[in-house]
Nanobody, 118 residues
Framework: QVQLIQSGGGLVQPGDSLRLSCAAS????????MGWFRQAPEKQREFVAL???????NYAQTVEGRFTISANNAKNTAYLQMDNLKPEDTAVYFC????????????WGQGTQVTVSS
């Protein structure tokens, strides 16, 4: 089992930046992925970004160039740096984890609210 604890988030204005953190504890494997999804009100949960243990990253088109995912493997922590935030980025953001580089996500964080509003 892997436990994920998220931090960060809050209320910001359009154009501002925020950083989310996700600390993983428990089971350790050499090949794993960590990612971020988000869910806006009355919308389905959608993929935002992922990072694999080998450093490879993927982004949704809607955030590419504005968001950056990174990880500190020594701290088992992943980060999502969000720049130039837009109102449409408003959502609950969820951290997630899976063993390996593909397949289903098996663990989820508690979620954190990000609100972008003037």
């Amino acid at each position: 089992q892997v436990q994920l604890i998220q931090s960060g988030g809050g209320l910001v204005q359009p154009g501002d930046s925020l950083r989310l953190s996700c600390a993983a504890s428990g089971r350790t494997v050499s090949r794993y992925s960590m990612g971020w999804f988000r869910q806006a009100p009355e919308k389905q949960r959608e993929f935002v970004a992922l990072i694999r243990a080998n450093g490879a990253t993927n982004y949704a088109q809607t955030v590419e160039g504005r968001f950056t995912i990174s990880a500190n493997n020594a701290k088992n922590t992943a980060y999502l740096q969000m720049d130039n935030l837009k109102p449409e980025d408003t959502a609950v953001y969820f951290c997630t984890w899976r063993p390996g580089y593909t397949g289903s996500w098996s663990e989820w964080g508690q979620g954190t609210q990000v609100t972008v509003s003037s």
